[in-house]
């Protein structure tokens, strides 16, 4: 099953749960980061999961 397209619009309502900053969308990895925590959370069938447990640590060159 491919996931489906990730609604930009909806980025601008979110914020990292940890430091409530904006996120960036990666539509390759389809993923939101968060730049400010180090962490990317992911986006599954376009449903962003907000979950700091369900989040990959990335580095800061990521």
């Known amino acids: 099953m491919t996931d489906a397209p990730y609604d930009r619009h909806m ?3 979110l914020v990292c749960p940890v430091t409530h900053t904006t996120l960036r969308y990666d539509a390759a990895a389809q993923e ?3 730049h ?3 962490l ?3 986006i599954r069938s376009g ?3 907000m979950l700091i ?3 990959r640590q990335i580095r800061a060159d990521d």
């Open 40 to 42: 990317a959370f992911p």
């Open 32 to 34: 939101l980061v968060s």
């Open 47 to 49: 449903i962003p999961i």
């Open 53 to 55: 447990d369900e989040a």
């Open 36 to 38: 400010a925590a180090g």
């Open 11 to 13: 980025l601008e309502a």
